[in-house]
């Protein structure tokens, strides 16, 4: 099945997916979740640590 | 099918060590002699000891340069505009790696060389040596420069910018550099020596680097300003340059200005992750390689765009890319002798 990543707009080719499942994008690396599977996919940004060590 | 005999002028020091690591295991060149006048007699390895027993190759004295099918220059600066046309005679492809033929225009070499070019009426022969930006005129090319490390981590950081029109050109554009050692080459001075330069972090041309000339050349730009810092790496420079986009520019049309800069490329990768270690490039894992890893962050209050790209300074920087053009300039696959990925860890 094909998508979109949200972050970068890599296309992704998906297989056998179901909602609620996390996918990494190749191109950006970003952990993306399945949040339908039909009428079409539909990815969105799964929450992430963001990198500081600016303590 | 017949190797490419090709000679080293200048074998001794760092650029021509990592050429002859290159060259000795190319699938369609043979490495036909080095030279050092100072070294003279004496074999490759003492001077390159990782090619110990790969190569029985000594070095040899310029009188005793034979003609050849493609001659690497890798003098001082200043050196081979000297003797160009020695040069010429010798060989019909040379790949210069000095910044003598890099620049097109005698006044901008001498604004930034401080002196007069001695051959200029050769500059325009030369083709600039990064296949990034001069790819179709290396098919054609008989003479190929080298390219300044810094100047082409700093080219590939701002290139994918530049060809879609994203900067806002009113605006100056900083990069700022660190560099590792081996940029200074083999020869020794105050700065090198290991009490000074160890655990040193040295802003040594904050203004003023050289370099700069190759970057206004390449990419067309006036307002743009290197800025260099010296740190405790041995191979590896890396840029973060700092421009602003024009109004109205995404994040998405950055990664689609990227992707058609570099999805083609061979030696380039973005690098611009969201999870793990790796999120933006490190130089440090491309010691040795001829990979230049490229990223950027948007801040899209302000418009100010941080572009990323980090090398080897030796690879992509010098030796590797000059393989990379002779690959171009001869009609070999323009990967070949130059596939190993790195270490990891290192």
Redesign the interface.
């Known amino acids: 099945m094909p998508a979109v990543c949200p972050?970068?707009?890599?296309a992704l080719s998906l297989k056998d997916v179901i909602q609620g499942e996390i996918v990494?994008c190749p191109?950006?690396?970003?952990?993306l979740e399945v949040t339908e599977v039909q009428p079409e996919l539909q990815l969105a940004l799964a929450p992430?640590e963001a990198?500081d060590w600016g303590e | 099918m017949s190797r490419l005999k090709v000679s080293i002028v200048g074998g001794s020091g760092y650029t021509g060590g990592e050429l002859l690591r290159l060259l000795l295991f190319h699938p369609g060149v043979e490495v036909a002699q080095a030279t050092s006048e100072s070294k003279a007699g004496e074999y490759v390895y003492q001077h390159h000891p990782n090619l110990r027993k790969r190569t029985q190759l000594q070095l040899v004295s310029q009188q005793a340069l034979q003609p050849c099918d493609v001659l690497f220059l890798c003098l001082p600066h200043g050196e081979s505009q000297k003797k160009i046309e020695h040069y010429f005679t010798l060989a019909p492809r040379i790949v210069d790696l000095s910044a003598d033929f890099r620049l097109r225009d005698a006044a901008l070499y001498q604004r930034w060389y401080g002196h007069a070019h001695t051959a200029p009426q050769h500059l325009d022969k030369f083709v600039y040596g990064l296949p990034e930006l001069q790819r179709e005129a290396m098919k054609t090319a008989r003479y190929i420069s080298g390219v300044g490390c810094n100047a082409t981590v700093s080219n590939l950081a701002l290139l994918p910018l530049v060809r879609a029109g994203l900067l806002d050109t009113a605006q100056p554009i900083i990069v700022d550099i660190k560099t590792g050692s081996s940029e200074g080459g083999a020869a020794v001075n105050a700065g090198s020596h290991h009490p000074e330069k160890s655990h040193s972090v040295r802003a040594y041309a904050p203004t003023g680097h050289r370099h700069t000339a190759e970057v206004i050349q390449e990419l067309g730009l006036t307002n743009v300003h290197l800025s260099m810092t010296a740190v405790d790496l041995v191979r590896g420079a890396t840029a973060a340059a700092h421009a602003f986009v024009k109004a109205g520019t995404t994040e998405k049309d950055l990664w689609k200005a990227y992707r058609a800069a570099y999805n083609a490329e061979p030696f380039v990768r973005i690098v611009k992750d969201r999870t793990g270690l790796h999120r933006v490039p490190d130089p440090k894992i491309l010691a040795g390689s001829n990979y230049a890893d490229v990223g950027f962050d948007l801040d899209a209050e302000s418009g100010r765009v941080v572009s990323l790209a980090a090398i080897d300074n030796l690879m992509k920087g010098a030796s590797g890319s000059a393989v990379q053009a002779m690959n171009v300039m001869c009609g070999f696959e323009e990967t070949a002798g130059l596939e190993f990925p790195g270490l990891h860890p290192i």
Not at chain 1, 7 to 10: D, K, L, P, S, Y
Not at chain 1, 27 to 31: A, H, I, P, S
């Open positions: 972050e970068c707009e890599a990494v191109d950006c690396g970003v952990d992430q990198e």
